[in-house]
């Protein structure tokens, strides 16, 4: 059996400074030397996974084609790896624990008295070794969330030392850490490094390389201080700069060798790396001067420790994508649609636009809002993309405004509205009624089958397609030829559930709604047909 490799990524200092697209970046590197590679994002919080918790919290619900909902870092590491991942890439203390907690009530431990060491951390390296096992990869990539030192992560560490202890070949640390440049005294500074080695060391741990982000490069007298006080040789003190976008990080790692130093560790033959597709992509993106500008309108989101562009960051790389591969800059604006219902006047603004994006969410605040966004988008001809709730809303404005049936709208507005033209399935309606919200929606990958001679299909360029999804309420067929008749055509069906996945509106430059999300699958180089379509008909507007 082939020896498998692993490389931890911590964080010292603060969260926060890059470590998801360090180990994508990683994984990038790797994967253009011709290895297997497979990622794991930790995430230390209590909570079984990321569905349950606030956007305002968390950031990004991130969903994988088996249906879990997982954290925004593995969307860069999908994006980066250009790779589906799995349930098996995620985990979390909540669900660490629960499967301890269930074996112990199945007797899997045969009597013993179960303790948080070693049947927490026997647990982790489970899954990080079997996540690793059905990817076949040659190196799989840790990303243990938070910063060394917090309570929460301790026993993740205490799983790769082990691992370690066990293989020291074979695992490798690598501590990605903060060096700030206070104002008053403008020179970079290496104390707060230090400390967070130090917080390593006392877990037994010694990093085998850092990767020094901060606003500017790192320069030799400070590489020399931190390999002395953290033990780390010169070399694998990795200069990590704010760059202007996230996918020159793999090309300015590389240009130090890391793939190589780290590879050296985990005593593997150095091997060249072809870093030339990402070269070219960065210099394509980097020598655009035409710009678009795009609104995405939604309830407003900044609050809390993350902001309106933590939560939909998937569909930011998707606009990006499209836009890039369409030889444009996007510009975005966050439309806050509450401003539409305050202010009638106010909807004139989206004139400002070349086209508008209404993504996924929740709730009822600011939908009316929405809701006049889109009318102004189906009226005026501008392009408009509707990414779950965007289809919805689309689908309620349409026959309110088209259809005439003006109190027309979903049951998640309005549950007793005598016009429910999204709805929801008794099973789903009893869950909410429970309050079994943990994992209980229509989650993950589906088929969706295109109409003939839709805008879709030759969008797509195929006639079967599989989506992500994540959502409770759905389109009611009761509305389904009626609107279709009436010009919003019904183009994408599940046919296996029948349901409505996707409607478009004939005579207009496009307006697609999906109840799936197709930004989880939108690559850099690779962008998704629908929005590289969307931002095609915005270019021409
Ligand atoms: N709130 C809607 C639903 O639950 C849409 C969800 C979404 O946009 N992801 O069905």
Redesign the pocket.
């Known amino acids: 059996m082939k020896q498998r490799k692993y490389i931890f990524v911590v964080g010292g200092v603060l969260s926060g400074v890059g470590k998801g697209v360090t180990t994508a970046s990683l994984g990038a590197i790797f994967r253009t030397k011709g290895f297997k590679v497979t990622a794991l994002k930790v995430d230390p919080y209590v909570n079984v996974d990321a569905g349950t918790m606030n956007p305002t919290e968390h950031g990004e619900v991130f969903v994988t084609d088996d249906g879990d909902e997982t954290d925004q870092d593995m969307g860069n590491y999908e994006r980066f790896l250009d790779t589906s991942l799995g349930s098996i890439n995620y985990m979390t203390t909540g669900r660490v624990y629960l499967t301890v907690i269930e074996n112990e009530r199945t007797m899997k431990y045969n009597g013993k008295c179960v303790q948080v060491v070693p049947h927490i951390p026997e647990e982790i390296i489970r899954r990080i070794e079997t996540s690793a096992d059905m990817h076949d990869a040659d190196i799989t990539i840790i990303e243990v969330g938070g910063t060394v030192g917090e309570y929460e992560n301790i026993l993740f560490l205490e799983a790769g030392r082990r691992m370690r202890l066990k293989n020291p070949d074979n695992v490798a640390f690598v501590l990605v850490s903060y060096l700030p440049v206070p104002k008053h005294l403008g020179e970079m500074k290496t104390k707060p490094t230090q400390h967070a080695s130090r917080a390593l060391n006392s877990a037994g741990l010694n990093a085998d390389m850092l990767i020094a982000r901060g606003q500017f490069e790192l320069d030799q007298p400070r590489r020399e201080k931190l390999a002395i006080h953290c033990g780390i040789p010169r070399d694998n003190c990795i200069s990590a700069p704010d760059v202007s976008s996230i996918y020159e990080i793999p090309l300015k790692l590389e240009e130090q060798d890391i793939g190589n130093k780290l590879l050296n560790k985990l005593k593997i033959d150095n091997r060249e790396s072809d870093m030339s597709t990402w070269q070219s992509f960065v210099s394509k993106i980097d020598n655009l001067d035409k710009k678009i500008k795009i609104a995405v309108v939604g309830k407003y989101f900044g609050t809390g420790e993350f902001t309106l562009a933590d939560s939909y960051i998937s569909v930011i790389e998707a606009i990006k994508h499209a836009a890039w591969f369409n030889g444009v800059e996007p510009e975005l604006d966050w439309v806050d649609s509450e401003d539409f219902e305050n202010e009638s006047d106010s909807i004139k603004k989206l004139s400002d636009y070349h086209g508008i994006i209404v993504p996924?969410?929740?709730g009822t605040r600011g939908v009316e809002g929405i809701i006049e966004a889109i009318r102004y988008a189906r009226e005026n001809k501008v392009p408009y993309l509707g990414l779950?709730?965007g289809m919805?809303l689309a689908s309620v404005e349409f026959v309110r405004n088209v259809l005439g049936k003006t109190n027309a709208n979903t049951v998640?507005m309005d549950p007793d509205t005598p016009e429910p033209v999204i709805h929801i399935n008794p099973n789903q309606a009893k869950n909410v009624k429970e309050n079994r919200y943990g994992g209980t929606?229509r989650l993950g990958a589906y088929d969706c089958s295109l109409k003939e001679s839709s805008m879709v299909k030759r969008a797509y360029g195929e006639e079967k397609i599989s989506e992500r999804h994540?959502?409770?309420?759905e389109f009611n067929n009761d509305y389904r030829d009626e609107v279709d008749k009436a010009g919003l055509k019904v183009v994408g069906m599940n046919k296996d559930a029948d349901l409505v996945e996707i409607v478009e509106l004939e005579n207009h430059p496009f307006f697609v709604g999906t109840q799936f999300h197709p930004e989880f699958k939108s690559r850099p180089m690779k962008p998704h047909p629908l929005f590289r379509e969307f931002i095609k008909a915005a270019i021409d507007k």
């Open positions: 996924g969410g929740f779950c709730y919805q998640e929606m994540r959502h409770r309420y």
